[in-house]
């Protein structure tokens, strides 16, 4: 495993290996740029096949949140953890409050949240041992109401780019998981009188939704080719890739997931059939405005009204979309390089 060579591929500043042997804790803090502030992202905790794969994970999601928050105009950088184990475990206590003390070692370059496998109450374990977490109890709590609310706005924001109207009302919305984001885009969707079709590897999820928003269940793998308007992915990443790809009658990508284009290609693949994407880190961004809120001592009207803007940003992405001609992902890029080059390039004063 070439760690610096994949570091450099990335520009990434730093990464560090954490281990605590009295709980099995095992966990990768990756930081990927500073510039706009201190590195702010979630940590994942999953089943991880190697600790490759955990390390990959940590770069590509550390990544994707420098640029999450540049696009949003938030004053953060891009960092994100991964803990290696089991996420059903029940003894839990140890190994978060391990994690938070090796993120109390890089003294506020990082900040952590919850995020894929880990909740509010592992937070709180976090927070026993530094401050430099967000998303506990009595705060902010739990960003996925924000991030479906981010998620349903960037929606109606594609609909508005492809029909010239933002209604949803009888669209077709096919929805990779639904969990706390998918459940709460469902009950967004179906206020606004969207059709439903759901597909989740939980039955008891899937089940929920049917009963609270009328929607159809899907099983997992026939999600794909569901003849439906619009393709919400809110699970985990790399959805979008060479088996899924020819399946999809969509029109529209855009969905809660990070990372869901398996490769940069894909992104072309859908540009060239004509499907609009929404960059995942565009679109999901409400959630990293809930923790920044957070931070920022916002008012929860505050954070929800920041997140409503990402309507607002995805048509200004699909400007430069059509007007570089570029792919979406493309253009999310540009937008975000642009703002992080401003802002290294204003003269620091001595203070």
Sequence with gaps: MQIFEMMAQG??????????????????IAIHNTTLGPALGGTRFWSYHSGEEALIDALRLS?????KAAVAGLNLGGGKAVIIGDPKTTRREMIFRAHGRFIESLKGRYITAEDVGTSVDDMDYVHM??????????KSG?????????????????VKERCGSDSLERMHVAVQGVGHVGYHLCEYLHAEGACLSVSDIDDERVKRVVRDFGATAVVPDAIYAVDAQIFAPCALGSVVNDETIGQFKFEIVAGGANNQLAEPRHGDALHERGILYAPDYVINAGGLINVYGELSDWTAERAQRKAGEIYDTLLHLFEISREERVPTYVAADRLAERRIAQVARIKRTWV
């Design 11 to 28: 520009e990434h500043e730093q990464v560090v290996f954490c281990y605590e042997p009295t709980c099995s804790y095992r966990g990768i």
């Design 142 to 158: 739990d960003p996925s109401p924000v991030t479906a609310f981010g998620v349903y706005r960037g929606m109606k924001a594609c």
């Design 63 to 67: 990544k994707a949140m420098t640029y």
């Design 129 to 138: 041992e530094t401050k430099y977490v967000s998303g506990i109890h009595g």
